[in-house]
């Protein structure tokens, strides 16, 4: 009778978590279905309202002579606009990289963590295999495994001081992330996701697309974690 017990508990705990899992990629579709929509009106939208006043602004300092404060005026409005052109730009990649779609996870990667990492004044050590041996990947992998680097290598920034090192590694049929600082080691290393603070979500991401994640942890703040992943669900 015990166990039967034990039996029907261990099927109805797999049968949660598979549901659960489900759910939150379900939850992470629509989501970025809704990033996805933002990116483009960004880009077709405003992109195209700020490139049009560029070139009426460029129309007009063609046809006319802009001196003293005129001139200092339009030049200035210029490069507003200017910034304002390659900020919408930067906005769109960072909510919807056109890297990872055109080129492919590694490039994607490659172009965030310079970019993260070059804005909060930290060097960075990056290993990513040759573009040539990046495994097949769906869509939904592809953007999950990004997600899911772009979340813990923010968190683990608030912790850094010196260097962040990220490494993917394909390991026979899996594919491994690792990311890391110079603190990493003062952590207490944890697989449990109902530990608090943003581990929680990012494990939970980790699990729908089938993978496993530790992390070290100090007062609930991340300090390096490894999510390993089979291939065979990533495809």
């Not at 990311?179 to 990493?184: K, L, Q, V």
Request: hydrophobic share 45%; net charge neutral.
């Amino acid at each position: 009778m015990g166990a039967t017990v034990a039996v029907n508990q261990s099927e109805k705990k797999g049968f949660v978590e598979r549901r659960s899992s489900s759910v939150i990629a379900h939850l992470h579709g629509l989501e970025e279905e809704r990033i996805t929509a933002v990116a483009r009106e960004l880009h077709d939208e405003l992109g195209g309202l700020l490139v049009g006043a560029m070139m009426d602004l460029a129309w007009i300092k063609q046809r006319m002579e802009a001196h003293g404060e005129m001139g200092e005026k339009l030049a200035r409005a210029q490069q507003t606009l200017s910034q304002a052109i390659s900020r919408t730009r930067r906005m769109v990649e960072e909510l919807r990289p056109s890297l990872l779609e055109n080129v492919g996870l590694f490039a994607a990667l490659r172009w965030h963590v310079k970019e993260v990492c070059d804005r909060a004044g930290l060097r960075f050590h990056l290993e990513l295999p040759e573009q040539q041996h990046q495994p097949a990947l769906s869509p939904g992998a592809a953007i999950a495994l990004y997600r899911i680097t772009e979340a813990l290598l923010g968190a683990i920034l608030r912790a850094a001081r010196q260097q962040i090192v990220v490494k993917v590694i394909l390991d026979k049929d899996l594919l491994v992330l690792n990311i890391a600082n110079e603190r990493e080691s003062t952590g207490t290393v944890t697989e449990d996701p109902r530990q608090p603070g943003e581990f929680t979500s990012i494990a939970y991401r980790v699990g729908s697309i089938g993978g496993s994640i530790s992390v070290a942890l100090k007062d609930n703040a991340i300090l390096g974690a490894t999510a390993r992943f089979s291939l065979a669900r990533l495809s």
